[in-house]
């Protein structure tokens, strides 16, 4: 099982810190090459060397920002293996009341979110079809099941990118490639942190009182790890998962309480 990645490529979004660095790990570790892409080059550069080198795995590091969109094409062509596994992960946008939102913010979270990940897709699945092999995963979030207060501009833009998921899946399916959306659920990480920070502020609760009731709305009776939520993106990933696309899988702990 360790190396059931081996030979396949791996392109990690958001792979500096969160769901995208445990990603990483989790693919390498079953033998995948993985190219590391964010904005921090020290922190990739720091990372591509604690990656494991799983028989020919080779990783590299690639250093652009999502929210740059119109540079993110000529970025890519410094991709340097075809790529067979690509994971959409990116911080998604502050939140706030939905009514007091601007358009510069829906505009802002749709490139992030939704444009970056588009042309990263048509980026590599020229690729994917010529191998006959290409997994394509998003890291989206619950809300494109539940909206959740607070997350307005989120809630809709996130929506936005699973309908995109759902009608390419139909597109690429007849070239073995999958694409599939991972939503997860409260994930200890920096930005649940910076949420329950802002969500303090806004309600002049304690930020630990504010964290004990998310906790409470979780039957598991904790959060995530992010080692959680990249055990499913793996397993997504894998030539065992050939038969699932167009899946939006919560890995939520059941917080969702819809079937």
């Known amino acids: 099982m360790k190396e059931l990645l081996s030979g396949y490529h791996a392109l990690v979004c958001g792979a500096s810190r969160g769901i995208g660095r445990a990603t990483a790990h989790a693919l390498a570790t079953q033998g995948a090459s993985v190219t590391l892409?964010?904005?921090?080059a020290e922190k990739l550069a720091r990372l591509e060397c604690e990656l494991p080198r799983l028989g020919s795995a080779q990783h590299h590091s690639l250093t652009a920002d999502l929210d740059r969109t119109d540079t993110l094409p000529a970025q890519l062509d410094a991709l340097r293996h075809p790529v067979h596994i690509l994971v959409n992960n990116s911080g998604g946008p502050p939140g706030g009341p939905l009514l007091e939102a601007t358009p510069e913010q829906f505009r802002r979270a749709f490139e992030?979110?939704?444009?970056?990940?588009?042309?990263?897709?048509?980026?590599?699945?020229p690729d994917m079809r010529a191998a006959g092999y290409g997994r394509i995963i998003n890291v989206i979030s619950t809300s494109v099941r539940e909206p959740i207060p607070g997350l307005g501009v989120s809630?809709?833009?996130r929506a936005a990118c699973a309908g995109?998921?759902?009608?390419l899946a139909r597109e690429l399916a007849p070239h073995g490639v999958t694409i599939n959306n991972i939503l997860p659920g409260f994930t200890a990480t920096a930005r649940l942190a910076s949420l329950f920070s802002a969500r303090a502020a806004d309600s002049g609760q304690p930020a630990a009182e504010v964290e004990t009731?998310?906790?409470?709305?979780?039957?598991?009776?904790?959060?995530?790890?992010?080692?959680?939520?990249?055990?499913?993106?793996?397993f997504l990933a894998a030539p065992t998962a050939a038969y699932i696309t167009g899946v939006s899988l919560p890995v939520d702990g059941g917080r969702l309480h819809g079937i």
């Not at 892409?37 to 921090?40: K, Q, Y």
């Not at 995109?164 to 009608?167: G, R, S």
């Not at 009731?213 to 793996?234: H, K, Y």
């Open 155 to 157: 809630n809709t833009i």
């Open 164 to 167: 995109w998921a759902k009608t």
């Open 112 to 125: 992030r979110l939704l444009i970056a990940a588009h042309l990263l897709t048509q980026a590599v699945v």
């Open 213 to 234: 009731v998310a906790r409470a709305g979780v039957p598991a009776g904790r959060f995530a790890q992010a080692e959680e939520i990249a055990a499913a993106i793996a």
């Open 37 to 40: 892409l964010a904005r921090d």
